[in-house]
C-alpha cells in the first residue's frame, strides 16, 4: 500500500518530465514557425495561430515551444552546479573532523544567514543580462539546502560499524569516502539535485520576469516580462501570459513530485541503516 503511494506521484512526475523533455528535443519539429518569424501583432487565437501573437507578431506558441529548451537547459546546469557543489561541502563538512569540519561548517552558515533571493537580484543586475550568469549565480547560492542534507546523512554513515571497521583495516579516507559513504548517499543526493532543478527554473523564471535575464534567449520567464511591459496583462491577453506561467508550474511539479518520491526513498534507507546499526 505504501509504494502504490509513492508510485502514483512519481509515475505523473514521470509523465509531465518526459512531455517536457520532448517539448525540448522536437522543439524544431513540433513548433508551427521560427520563433523570429513576425505575422499580424496582437493577433488573437485562431488555427494559424493557436495562441495569438504578440506585439511584435511572433507566434507565441512557436516561442513557447522553443523556450522549454532554455529553461530546461538553465535548470539542469544550474542544479547539476548546485547539487555538485553542495555534495561536496557535505561530505567533507561531515566526515571531516578538526578545523576543516569548522570550515566547511562556517561556510554553511554564512551562506544560510544571507537572504539568496536579494543577493541573487543584486548580484544579476551587477555582471549582466546574460544566461551563463544568471546558471553560475544559481548554481553557487543554491547549494546550501543540500550541503546541509547530505552532512546529516555522511554524519549517520560516518559511525556505522562498517566505517569503523574500513578505518582499522588502514583503508585510506578518500576510498572510504568515494567508495562507501558517497554510494549510500545517492538517494539523497538524487532526491536534492531534482528539487535544484525545479528551483532553479523558478528562480531563472523570477529572474527573467524582473528584466534580469538574457534578452537574446527566450525563456518562459521572458515571456512573462515582454507580456508584462508590453500590455499582455492590461489588454488581458491571456493567450499571452497564461501559457508560459502554467509550463513553469507543470515542470516544477513534474520535478517536486519526483523529488518527494526520492526523498521518501531516501527515508526508507535512512530507517533501514538505523536498525541495522541498533542490531549490530
Not at 539542469?76 to 557543489?85: D, E, H, K, P, Q
Not at 546541509?148 to 556505522?160: E, F, T
Not at 527573467?208 to 488581458?236: E, K
Request: aromatic letters at 10%.
Amino acid at each position: 500500500m505504501f509504494r502504490s503511494r509513492l508510485s502514483l506521484p512519481m509515475y505523473c512526475g514521470l509523465s509531465l518530465l518526459m512531455i517536457l523533455i520532448l517539448l525540448a528535443l522536437l522543439a524544431p519539429m513540433l513548433a508551427p514557425y521560427s520563433p523570429s518569424e513576425r505575422f499580424t501583432p496582437f493577433a488573437l487565437p485562431s488555427a494559424a495561430h493557436r495562441l495569438g501573437c504578440d506585439d511584435i507578431g511572433h507566434d507565441i506558441l512557436s516561442q513557447l515551444i522553443f523556450a522549454s529548451r532554455v529553461s530546461l537547459l538553465v535548470g539542469l546546469t544550474a542544479a547539476v552546479a548546485s547539487a555538485g557543489l553542495g555534495t561536496a561541502i557535505g561530505v567533507l563538512s561531515g566526515y571531516c573532523q578538526g578545523y576543516t569540519a569548522l570550515f566547511f561548517n562556517s561556510i554553511i552558515h554564512i551562506v544560510l544567514l544571507i537572504p539568496a533571493l536579494p543577493l541573487m537580484l543584486t548580484l544579476a543586475a551587477y555582471v549582466g543580462p546574460s544566461l551563463g550568469n544568471i546558471i553560475a549565480i544559481i548554481g553557487l547560492l543554491g547549494w546550501c539546502s543540500t550541503a546541509r542534507v547530505v552532512q546529516a546523512r555522511v554524519l549517520q554513515l560516518k559511525s556505522m560499524p562498517y566505517v569503523e571497521a574500513l578505518r582499522s583495516l588502514g583503508i585510506p579516507e578518500h576510498q572510504i569516502i568515494v567508495k562507501h559513504i558517497i554510494p549510500n548517499v545517492y538517494e539523497v543526493i538524487a532526491a536534492k539535485f531534482i528539487l535544484a532543478v525545479a528551483y532553479a527554473m523558478l528562480t531563472e523564471s523570477a529572474l527573467s520576469f524582473l528584466g534580469l535575464g538574457d534578452p537574446m534567449t527566450i525563456s518562459w520567464g521572458t515571456i512573462l516580462y515582454y507580456a508584462f511591459h508590453r500590455g499582455g496583462f492590461v489588454n488581458d491577453l491571456w493567450h499571452w501570459y497564461l501559457p508560459p506561467g502554467l509550463c513553469i508550474a507543470a515542470a516544477t511539479l513534474a520535478f517536486t513530485l519526483l523529488a518527494f518520491y526520492l526523498e521518501q526513498k531516501a527515508q526508507q534507507a535512512k530507517i533501514l541503516t538505523e536498525d541495522s546499526a541498533h542490531a549490530a
